[in-house]
């Protein structure tokens, strides 16, 4: 059953391959990520071969950490009409930071789990549909520019993140086949065990300061866009006010960590009608353009970006780069 799941994509593929008989017009590269989620050396093929209808298509695997941001550096140089990310958004996350302030526009496949950034800009979840509308997009040409942000220097597309989740991505990250085959259920595990090493007795505590204002807590969360992530297909909110074109940055600032706390905030976070923000512990905030974090008790902070582990500083910058790259979708 799994076998004849996992081949539907490639049939779909096949079948809408040959579809178009324009010639090519703008020159695509695409970077492909082959340790993503659901991303096969055959689905890779079929997905390059069905685009190259209507591009002049040249596909890339990347080989390391941030070898997309290179690549991309190099595409912005040689005049690329588009570079497509194909994997999760890790691998978006690193073609912006390649593409930022340049005028080539960046563009998704979904590669990963959540696949959050595609969603943000239209891109279907589903390959098939997402390079059908890779192929239509051709005839709708419309690059816009859209908001990025920065925590310490690193660009992200949607969120950052200093504390608690965090900490969740650096465990995550270090067990990329657990990740792959369990999904969210395995962040979900991951975030109990982080919350009971990390944050059950004695946790970080930092202070972030907004505009003037210094909140103490244990874990800010930093949004240039919303949702913050998915569970599943359904939306994750946090911050509220989150947009890639507002020229600003909302989140919220986590002030305590207790184990009678999180169920109530995480039903929240997944819930249509109840607000993370009306929390009694959690302090949110909208309309900044820049805020810093720094750690209160020594101890360094654990940081993410777009649910990439980059490592601790014992202090965190944030900011919004208003229109500071160019998507299409």
């Known amino acids: 059953m799994a076998a004849a799941a996992s081949s539907q994509p490639i049939e779909r593929l096949e079948a809408i391959l040959g579809a178009s008989s324009e010639a090519p017009s703008k020159r695509m590269l695409i970077i492909v990520n082959p340790y993503a989620t659901t991303v096969s050396d055959r689905l890779k093929n079929l997905v390059v071969y069905a685009l190259r209808g209507r591009y002049e298509v040249v596909a890339v695997d990347t080989e390391a950490r941030d070898h997309a941001t290179d690549i991309c550096r190099q595409a912005a140089r040689e005049g690329y009409d588009v570079v497509v990310a194909f994997g999760g958004d890790g691998t978006v996350n690193e073609a912006a930071n390649g593409l930022a302030g340049s005028e080539t526009p960046l563009c998704c496949l ?12 239209g891109i279907p979840t589903d390959v098939v549909d997402a390079t059908e509308h890779l192929l239509r997009m051709a005839d709708d040409w419309d690059p816009r520019r859209v908001d990025l942000a920065s925590l310490n220097g690193r660009h992200f597309v949607f969120s950052g993140g200093v504390g608690l989740d965090a900490s969740v991505v650096e465990r995550v990250d270090a067990h990329p086949q657990l990740k792959a085959r369990l ?34 807590g244990v874990t800010a969360v930093v949004q240039n866009g919303s949702p913050y992530t998915y ?12 947009d890639l074109e507002s020229g600003d940055l909302a989140g919220i600032v986590l002030q305590r960590a207790r ?4 169920p109530t905030i995480a039903w929240r976070a997944l819930s249509p009608r109840a607000r993370v923000a009306r929390h009694r512990h959690i302090h949110p905030f909208t309309g900044l353009a820049e805020l810093h974090v720094r750690s209160c008790d020594d101890r360094p902070l654990p940081l993410q970006v777009d649910g990439d582990y980059i490592g601790e500083a014992p202090e965190a910058t944030f900011s919004v780069i208003p229109r500071g790259i160019t998507v299409i979708s």
């Open 259 to 262: 184990p009678i706390d999180i």
């Open 183 to 216: 999904g969210e259920w395995y962040y979900t595990w991951t975030a109990i065990g982080a919350f009971n090493r990390r944050y059950l007795v004695h946790p970080p505590q930092l202070e972030v300061e907004l505009e003037g204002d210094r909140v103490q």
């Open 110 to 121: 979904p590669g990963g789990r959540a696949n959050v950034y595609c969603r943000m800009l």
């Open 231 to 242: 569970f599943g297909e359904r939306p994750v909110h946090l911050g509220e006010g989150a």
